[in-house]
């Protein structure tokens, strides 16, 4: 709770402001039924025109002044929940862009998206909902009791009764709900995830014609949520019947002892009337209260699972950062070992040791699956690795910061992403304040300018949602383009000109060494065409280093690079 209250400092004074409302207001609706009670026993008992108007105005005036009060309450109860709620969002946001791979990958995207809405808008309505009567309902029981004893104490022993008994039921309804709101969250995390995979992947499904299956998987996900949701508000529903059965057997006691009382003349009908106005105030404040412990339960499990988030503590710091910079690019990995989780047995890479000049070329080969785009993952700390050490310029990477080391660093991934907005917008990206010139130069380069013009609007033509309104080598190239505007020391191209002809990549690559020569660059893939001039070619197999060398080197001596070259050569001369 701690924790969560830290997110209130900025709205501080609405919190007291509506706190302050509350009160004022419940105080004057408590004295109404004290007016109302003087009002039959001494207006109307002795006929009394004048003194009945006179308290009649005055319970319209606590009437409207109350009616003021509730409307600036909830003002200042929106105000402060949904404030609450941005800041827990904003602070989860900030949270995760510090995650390395490793976080990411202890969460799945549909629970973050889950936590980072759903749960929020619970603990926010929560606030905005359980203020009022969170803070209303104790001060008004207590008025409550303190008036009904002096109206009548032989009466208000019935609340000794009353109370043990709903508090006993209320334990027992939120000791069995709190579970199950895990559980809901739990099974909103499932259908989030089949929408996502089904939204990504819907070119996938319907070029399989897999729609049936897939409305079949999420009616399953969607029937567990359903499920999970009348289990837990069915359960929580029973607050209602539970309170409304003590309020009637209460009210029931009070009518058969007090209509006695009053039939022998030990009390009058004013103060019975008052009496019961009060025990209906007692309990209204009790069913009130119970109600926020229900919205109170559900949001300490909402805030549990965001509180997973916000504790994460990141597996990549800045802890032992230099103020050093990347003048050359020189990579060394000296006896580098790394696997994904500690627990795991086998490692993912093995004894990686090899070095790449300033400037260099260097190509990196093997089969699907050998690690090739996690050995460049360990170069920007995308991944730290498990033992041995990567420098660069000399300087182990963890001497960088962060930003700087990332910044030095340009990738363009096996999956290339881009972003709603413009083409420009995109290319941005790699520069914010790219000139026209040198955005005309990067998208030369990369060969862009071959389509741009084809495009609506060239560089300010709307992109869909990761780039859906271009093609998969249109995509492959202008992520080039953005790499090559951040002006790296070091560019690494993951198996990124697949979608390519090799005439483009050819362009690209000539243009890169003419245009780039003293960068150093890193280039993985399937195709031997693609590494064929790199300065030093690695080829990996099962996470080890199996031969470094030249292309001629590979060729004359390995056998894994002379399978793959010779297969590629014969599926080539088939093609022809």
Not at 85 to 92: N, V
Not at 312 to 325: C, H, Y
Request: hydrophobic letters at 45%.
């Amino acid at each position: 709770m701690r924790n969560l209250l830290k997110y209130a400092k900025k709205y501080k004074k609405e919190l007291i402001l509506a706190i302050i409302c509350i009160e004022a207001e419940t105080i004057f609706e408590l004295v109404i039924p004290m007016i109302m009670a003087d009002i039959i026993d001494v207006g109307v008992a002795n006929g009394d025109r004048n003194y009945i108007f006179m308290k009649g105005f005055q319970m319209v005036f606590f009437a409207v002044l109350s009616l003021f009060l509730g409307h600036a309450c909830a003002r200042y109860t929106a105000i402060c929940g949904n404030g609450i709620g941005a800041q827990i969002r904003m602070a989860e946001f900030q949270k995760m862009q510090t995650y390395s791979f490793a976080n990411t990958d202890r969460f799945s995207t549909p629970s973050l998206v889950t936590r980072l809405t759903s749960d929020i808008t619970t603990i926010q309505n929560s606030i905005t909902n359980g203020m009022r009567p969170g803070f209303r309902s104790p001060v008004m029981m207590m008025t409550a009791l303190i008036v009904s004893f002096r109206l009548n104490a032989e009466l208000a022993m019935v609340f000794f009764i009353a109370a043990p008994i709903l508090a006993f039921i209320l334990f027992l309804i939120i000791r069995n709900v709190r579970p199950l709101y895990s559980k809901m969250q739990g099974a909103v995390d499932l259908v989030n995830r089949i929408i996502q995979e089904n939204l990504i992947a819907i070119r996938v499904i319907k070029a399989y014609v897999r729609g049936d299956y897939e409305i079949s998987k999420f009616r399953e996900g969607n029937m567990n949520l359903q499920n999970s949701s009348e289990r837990s508000f069915s359960l929580a529903a029973l607050n209602m019947p539970a309170l409304q059965f003590v309020m009637y057997g209460t009210i029931l006691s009070i009518l058969w002892f007090g209509g006695n009382r009053v039939m022998v003349g030990n009390m009058k009908v004013g103060a019975l009337t008052s009496f019961l106005s009060y025990v209906l105030q007692v309990l209204n404040s009790l069913m009130m209260f119970s109600n926020v412990f229900l919205l109170f339960t559900r949001s300490l499990t909402s805030w549990k699972r965001i509180s997973e988030v916000l504790e994460e503590e990141p597996t990549i710091n800045d802890d032992r950062a230099k103020d050093i910079s990347i003048k050359e690019g020189r990579i060394r990995f000296e006896n580098v070992y790394f696997k994904y989780k500690e627990e795991a047995k086998e490692y993912v890479l093995s004894d990686i040791s090899f070095e790449i000049s300033p400037g260099q070329t260097v190509g990196i080969i093997g089969q699907t699956g050998a690690a090739k785009s996690t050995l460049v993952q360990l170069i920007p700390r995308l991944y730290e690795v498990t033992a041995g050490e990567i420098t660069i310029d000399g300087h182990p990477i963890y001497e960088y910061t962060q930003d700087h080391l990332r910044d030095s660093i340009a990738m363009v991934l096996q999956k290339n992403t881009l972003f709603s907005g413009t083409v420009k917008e995109n290319l941005y990206w790699g520069k914010e304040d790219a000139t026209d010139e040198e955005i005309e130069r990067a998208c030369s380069i990369a060969c862009v300018n071959e389509f741009i013009g084809r495009l609506d609007h060239g560089y300010d033509t709307e992109l869909g949602q990761g780039g859906v309104n271009v093609s998969g080598g249109q995509k492959q190239r202008l992520c080039i383009a953005r790499a090559i505007l951040k002006a790296p020391k070091v560019l690494i191209l993951d198996d990124s000109t697949s979608a390519l002809d090799t005439a483009t990549e050819a362009k690209i690559k000539e243009g890169l060494e003419k245009s780039l020569p003293g960068m150093t660059k890193i280039i993985i893939s399937q195709r031997i065409s693609s590494v064929l001039d790199a300065d030093q070619i690695i080829i990996l197999d099962d996470g080890k280093i199996n031969a470094i060398g030249t292309h001629e080197q590979l060729l004359a001596d390995n056998e894994i690079y002379q399978d793959i070259y010779f297969s590629q050569q014969k599926g080539g001369s088939q093609a022809l």
